[in-house]
């Protein structure tokens, strides 16, 4: 009896013809995928054996660790980049990278240049400088460690290294002549930012404190004796930032006797060329001196600063810098006192590598290494800004 087609066995049958078709092609393209997959695995291992072999595999393990270590490299210069800029927002002179400061946008690179050292500036030996100008407060944060005290003479009512000065531990006052090298922050402002500005430079410094100023009221009579006072005690530098209109033969003879010892100037605030209007002592151009005039953030003479092509030697930041007052207190600043800061920090750090320079040595560094501008190159010897990196490379050539 034969069978009847129905529409439902019809259906079922070409399912049924279907799955054995599906069934029958997934083993066969399964047996085919399992042979390939088996030939390519055969062919790397022949392939990692031939790298191995010519040992391609060290040059890939090389290029491979490099890539990840320039990788790390690039993070962390941007992460140093973002902390510099953070942590210099304020203080264009240790790092302008075009910061705004009071209004003015800065030119990238227009500064000191010590941020590449910065790691290295505390190795090294200490190096006495005095700050012959008006009192400091050696309780500043700033000055921690770094004021050079008299051990010989403690603080008892007698003169007890019998150098003619009673109780001469901190330093002496010439302006009144005692001890008393700080008397309050109206008085001792100026000293004080020079001073804690060295130190910040300079982490090694130990900064005598010879006062012969009342803010800015002294004589030069009392300079010559601040300046005895301040070689008698050891001071290889002594920052003067001040200026007299008078010529004093004492003092160009006391400095001239001592070539041991250099002796930065700031070129004065009076917009003058000093070359024809001489001020002193910044007009004594000798071996041993240093006179320094202040630039802006974008390396443009300050508006009040002293200049000449054959007198100033070099410029240094001095336009709205930070400094560190008296308690502490922290301002933007203008002048070249802060300016002849910054050479006196500098020329410190270099006799810290190498205590052999003669004073000459170190002016004819700083010179020679100045980071040059065009609009400097008629008002001062240099034609550049004090670029303190630079000058502690130059060092090699001096060993």
Excluded at 8 to 18: D, G, Q, V
Excluded at 243 to 268: C, M, R, T, W, Y
Excluded at 318 to 340: F, N, Y
Aim: proline residues 2%; hydrophobic residues 40%; charged residues 20%.
């Amino acid at each position: 009896m034969g069978s009847v087609s129905t529409e439902s066995n019809y259906h079922r049958l070409l399912i049924y013809k279907h799955d054995f078709w599906l069934e029958g092609n997934f083993v066969n393209y399964f047996k085919v995928a399992l042979v390939s997959v088996s030939k390519g695995c055969v062919k790397m291992k022949q392939r990692l054996a031939d790298i191995f072999r010519s040992k391609k595999w060290i040059v890939l393990s090389v290029l491979f660790v490099l890539l990840i270590a320039i990788i790390v490299i690039i993070s962390i210069i941007a992460g140093n980049i973002n902390n510099n800029k953070k942590e210099y927002v304020d203080n264009w002179a240790f790092y302008n990278y075009g910061q705004t400061i009071n209004k003015q946008k800065g030119e990238s690179g227009v500064d000191i240049n010590i941020v590449p050292i910065l790691e290295h500036v505390s190795i090294g030996n200490s190096v006495s400088i005095a700050v012959v100008d008006s009192g400091l407060d050696y309780s500043c944060e700033a000055l921690k460690d770094r004021v050079l005290t008299n051990m010989n003479d403690t603080i008892n009512g007698t003169d007890d290294d019998s150098n003619g000065f009673v109780d001469d531990y901190y330093g002496w006052n010439f302006y009144d002549n005692d001890n008393n090298i700080f008397e309050d922050a109206l008085y001792d402002y100026h000293g004080t930012y020079v001073a804690t500005t060295i130190a910040k430079v300079n982490p090694n410094a130990k900064i005598l404190s010879v006062k012969f100023l009342r803010s800015t009221s002294g004589s030069s009579d009392d300079a010559v004796l601040a300046i005895k006072y301040a070689i008698s005690r050891g001071a290889r530098i002594i920052n003067c930032s001040w200026n007299f209109n008078n010529p004093d033969d004492n003092l160009l003879n006391l400095i001239k006797e001592h070539q041991e010892v250099l002796f930065v100037f700031s070129a004065g605030n009076s917009n003058i060329d000093i070359d024809l209007d001489a001020i002193y002592p910044c007009s004594y151009n000798l071996d041993n001196t240093i006179t320094v005039m202040a630039i802006d953030n974008k390396g443009m003479i300050y508006n009040a600063s002293g200049y000449g092509k054959t007198s100033v030697d070099i410029a240094a930041p001095g336009v709205d810098v930070k400094v560190t007052l008296p308690e502490d207190e922290e301002t933007l600043i203008s002048g070249t006192s802060v300016a002849a800061s910054y050479v006196t920090g500098a020329s410190s750090l270099l006799i810290s590598k190498n205590s052999n320079l003669s004073p000459k040595d170190i002016k004819n560094i700083l010179v020679s290494t100045a980071s040059k501008k065009s609009n400097l190159e008629s008002l001062c010897i240099s034609g550049g800004i004090l670029n303190i990196s630079d000058s502690i490379y130059e060092l090699k050539n001096f060993q």
